[in-house]
C-alpha cells in the first residue's frame, strides 16, 4: 500500500505538465460507493448554471455543503472534484458542486452572483436529497474558497437572493483561500477584479469586522501558489471581530496537496477531509 501512495505522489505532479490532470487519477480511484448522484442539474438560465449533486444513501436531515471550485477564476468544472464530493458525501454530508461562469465572460461580481443562486437552489432543493437546509455550510479551495468568503461575509450577494450569511449558513470551510491578495502582478486577476468600486470592497478580509458564521480555515505551509498569509492574517481578523474561527496549517503541504488529501489514497498527506467533517459535524448540531 505504501508503495501504491509513493507512486501516485510521484505521479501527480508529472501529471498536472500534461493533459492528464491529478483530479482524473483521484476521480478513477476515489469510491463513490454509499452516494447517489445526480447530475446537470439547472439553478439558473446559462450553460454554465447547472450542478452536481452528490447524497448519502438513505440520508435523512443530513448536513448539506455547497463547493465551489478554484481555477484562478478562469478555468474549472464541477465534474473536476468528484473525488472531493463523493468523499463528503461518504461521510454523511450531501454535497452540491455548481459550475459558475468565468472570466472573460464575467468579472468578480458575476461568479459571485452564481454563487449566491447556488446557495439559494441549495436552500430551496435540499430536503429532496436527504439534506437539512437548516444546516447548510460552504466549502471552497482556492478560487473557490475566495468564492464561499465573500457569500459568508459580505452581505451583498447572499441578500440579493433573501439569504442571510449569519442566518442561513451553519459555517464556512477556506481551504487555500486567496483573501487579501491585491495589489496584483498578474494582468488577468487584475482584469478579473478591476470592475470593483474599490480595490478593497474585492477582498473578504474588508469584511471580517462583523458577525459572521463559524469559520475553518485550512492552509499547507508549502503553499507557493496562494501564500498561507491570507489565511492566517484572515483568521486574526475574524477573531478581533468575535467570529468563531478556526485556522490550520499543514506543515509542508502545498497548493494541490491539500485538495488532493480529499481523496483516496492520499489522505495521508494532510487531515483535510477528517478536518473538514469533524468542523460540519461540529457546527451542525449547535444552536445559532
Not at 475566495?146 to 459568508?152: P, S
Not at 459555517?171 to 468600486?197: E, M, Q, R, W
Not at 483535510?272 to 444552536?287: C, N, P, Q, R, Y
Request: charged letters at 20%.
Amino acid at each position: 500500500m505504501r508503495f501504491i501512495y509513493r507512486m501516485i505522489s510521484a505521479l501527480l505532479p508529472a501529471l498536472a505538465l500534461v493533459a492528464c490532470s491529478p483530479a482524473v487519477v483521484l476521480n478513477l480511484v476515489t469510491s463513490s460507493h454509499g452516494a447517489n448522484t445526480h447530475k446537470d442539474i439547472a439553478y439558473g438560465q446559462g450553460p454554465r448554471h447547472k450542478l452536481d449533486v452528490y447524497s448519502p444513501r438513505g440520508a435523512q436531515n443530513a448536513p448539506v455543503a455547497v463547493l465551489f471550485y478554484g481555477g484562478s477564476w478562469q478555468s474549472g468544472d464541477k465534474q473536476t472534484y468528484r473525488f472531493v464530493a463523493s468523499a463528503l458525501a461518504t461521510r454523511g454530508i450531501v454535497t452540491i458542486v455548481p459550475d459558475y461562469r468565468l472570466y472573460p465572460e464575467v468579472h468578480h461580481q458575476g461568479f459571485l452572483s452564481d454563487g449566491a443562486k447556488a446557495v439559494r437552489w441549495a436552500k430551496d432543493h435540499a430536503r429532496e436529497y436527504g439534506g437539512d437546509p437548516s444546516k447548510l455550510f460552504l466549502i471552497g479551495h482556492s478560487a473557490g474558497a475566495y468564492i464561499a468568503a465573500m457569500l459568508a461575509l459580505d452581505d451583498e450577494w447572499l441578500g440579493k437572493e433573501g439569504l442571510s450569511a449569519e442566518r442561513d449558513l451553519k459555517g464556512f470551510v477556506g481551504i487555500s483561500g486567496p483573501y487579501d491578495f491585491l495589489p496584483s502582478n498578474d494582468k488577468k486577476i487584475v482584469a478579473i477584479f478591476s470592475t470593483a468600486k474599490t480595490q478593497a470592497l474585492s477582498q473578504p478580509v474588508s469584511f471580517a469586522d462583523g458577525r459572521h458564521p463559524p469559520v475553518l480555515l485550512l492552509h499547507g505551509t508549502g503553499d507557493g501558489i496562494v501564500f498561507p498569509k491570507n489565511s492566517t492574517e484572515l483568521a486574526e481578523k475574524l477573531q478581533r471581530s468575535g467570529t468563531a474561527v478556526e485556522l490550520k496549517l499543514y506543515p509542508g503541504v502545498g497548493h494541490l496537496g491539500i485538495i488532493g488529501a480529499m481523496g483516496f489514497p492520499l489522505r495521508f498527506v494532510a487531515p483535510t477531509l477528517e478536518d473538514t467533517v469533524g468542523f460540519i459535524s461540529m457546527h451542525s448540531e449547535k444552536a445559532r
